[in-house]
């Protein structure tokens, strides 16, 4: 890749969001910033370019984004799943995040209908992949924290 790539304004996008399902979270996800992520990677998609989302752990912010992404840019949500697990097979979307991209592209709730079934559906999986992360994580309390939160609410399904 050329070096000067990442300082090409409009190749690359930072947003500042926590792992959190909770609304009233630290830096939890909010509307204006999920909807910025999802137009970028939507526009970018549609442009026939790469796109490339990653948060710490890659299980729950990054595919909610891609997720998003790709159906804002007009790929059905099984459509959308199947492609992110092709990238990352154990994935996690963040319900909080899903949530906001159901209500902005207003799919009346099918989205997070989708998303609560493969959850549900792949719970012990997840928890696995999430322990397995911890072992990496012992002098983060943070990640470990962001880690414990999921396994929680894992746990709540």
């Not at 009346?108 to 998303?115: D, T, V």
């Amino acid at each position: 890749m050329n070096p000067t790539y990442w300082g090409t304004a409009g190749n690359w996008m930072k947003l500042n969001m926590e792992d959190t399902p909770d609304p009233n979270g630290v830096d939890a996800p909010t509307t204006e910033e999920v909807v910025k992520g999802i137009t970028f990677g939507s526009n970018a998609i549609r442009a026939g370019q790469n796109l490339l989302v990653h948060c710490q752990l890659g299980l729950s912010r990054s595919p909610a984004m891609a997720i998003g992404s790709m159906i804002m840019a007009g790929d059905t949500i099984e459509g959308a799943f199947n492609r992110a697990k092709q990238v990352r097979p154990r994935i996690d979307p963040n319900p909080l995040i899903i949530k906001l991209i159901d209500e902005h592209i207003k799919l009346n709730g099918e989205l997070i209908k989708y998303n609560d079934q493969y959850r549900a559906n792949t719970r012990k999986d997840l928890k696995a992949e999430y322990q397995k992360m911890m072992e990496c994580y012992l002098d983060n309390p943070k990640v470990l924290g962001i880690i414990f939160e999921n396994i929680s609410a894992l746990d709540r399904l």
